[in-house]
């Protein structure tokens, strides 16, 4: 669809993926809603683009992907990906090495691991409060504190926020550090009990509430190193 006030995406990138794929692309724009549901209506579809190679019709984008082997048929796809928080740790692993050089001119210092867990603390808080209520209604299918008092499923991501903020910047550890080791210890307990203790298969709301991470390792993860700042920023600060 070409339109005045309308480009179609997925046009685009499936014009782009045959290119890639060597193909030479024949274009033809649907200008008008009248063109385009005469052509589903002729074609039998719902939906547009359609890409055909060699007169037959291969689908939309998703099934130009499954026609060149890049993602697996829709009966063998999974609704579950790892792939967000992948991407978080990642990118707070490069910002905290990057602040560790910037600061210390070394990459390898204890400041980066502790700047590595507060960052992904405030990235996955971010996520969270893209849409508070979305996270913390998936929060409550294993959370044991939500589950008591509702309205802690809204108070964690400002909670886990505020705690990676301060411990980022070094400041008022006196109250960040509790805070960290309290929200860390309960969301351990609580998904060690739902995965490993009760074997239930949920979906974490750690990426937010409509993450299609599984609830696991991940989730226990990013508990347990909330828990292990919560202990180390005050031992480092009064007692080293």
Known sequence: MVMPEHTCPYGLKSQDL??????????????????????????????????????????GYDDLRVFFKLDPPPEEQSDTTYQPVIAIF??????ALGLSWHQYESFFTLRAAEW?????????A?????????????????DLLARQWV?????????????????????FVWSSAPVALFIGIIGAVS????????????????????????????????SLMMTAMGLWMPLKHFVL
Do not use: W
Request: net charge negative; with cysteine.
């Open 18 to 59: 045959l290119q890639r794929q060597g193909y030479e692309v024949e274009d033809h724009h649907l200008e008008t809603r009248e063109e385009t549901d005469a052509f589903m209506q002729k074609h039998g579809v719902e939906t547009t683009p359609q890409t055909f190679i060699d007169g037959q019709r291969v689908g």
């Open 90 to 95: 990642c990118v707070a692993l490069l910002l």
């Open 116 to 124: 590595f867990i507060s960052l992904s603390m405030t990235i996955l």
């Open 126 to 142: 971010i996520q969270k409060l893209q849409d508070i209520e979305s996270f913390s209604t998936m929060f409550l299918n294993y």
């Open 151 to 171: 309205p802690y499923g809204k108070v964690y991501p400002f909670a886990e926020a505020l705690a990676g903020i301060l411990m980022t910047a070094g400041l």
């Open 191 to 222: 998904v060690f009990k739902a995965v490993y203790i009760d074997k239930r298969e949920l979906k974490c709301a750690c990426v937010g509430g409509s993450s299609s991470v599984p609830l696991g390792f991940v989730s226990l993860t990013e």
